[in-house]
């Protein structure tokens, strides 16, 4: 007999947004999360919010530069919907990564 394995748990949760200041007021002000000093990393501007065991993290773009974006996922390995990227509805350069890539979701990139 094994022995049961232990339950998967969520560590954080990364919400793309187009600018932390016009998200964050719902996060802090409607579900009364504190947020955390904002870091800068890969290409982001993050703010990270205490909720239960779980931190929801807000991330702003500051890296525009989706070419290169695109060209770090082929880098590592990324299976791409996109080889390049074309204009989105909004009138963006978007590109998508293949949801076999990225555990069943499709990600879009965007400037």
Do not use: N
Not at 8 to 35: M, N, S, T, W
Not at 47 to 62: C, M, T, W, Y
Not at 69 to 84: K, Q, S
Request: glycine share 10%; aromatic share 6%.
């Amino acid at each position: 007999m094994t022995a049961p394995r232990p339950h998967p748990q969520v560590a954080h949760v990364g919400i793309a947004v187009p600018r932390i200041a016009d998200a964050l007021p719902f996060y802090r002000d409607v579900l009364g999360l504190e947020p955390g000093a904002p870091v800068w990393s890969d290409g982001a501007s993050i703010v990270s919010l205490a909720f239960g065991d779980v931190h929801v993290e807000l991330l702003e773009p500051r890296d525009p530069d989706l070419d290169a974006a695109l060209a770090r996922c082929r880098a590592a390995g990324y299976r791409l919907v996109d080889e390049a990227p074309r204009r989105g509805i909004s009138g963006h350069r978007i590109a998508f990564l293949h949801p076999k890539a990225t555990g069943g979701i499709l990600l879009e990139l965007t400037e």
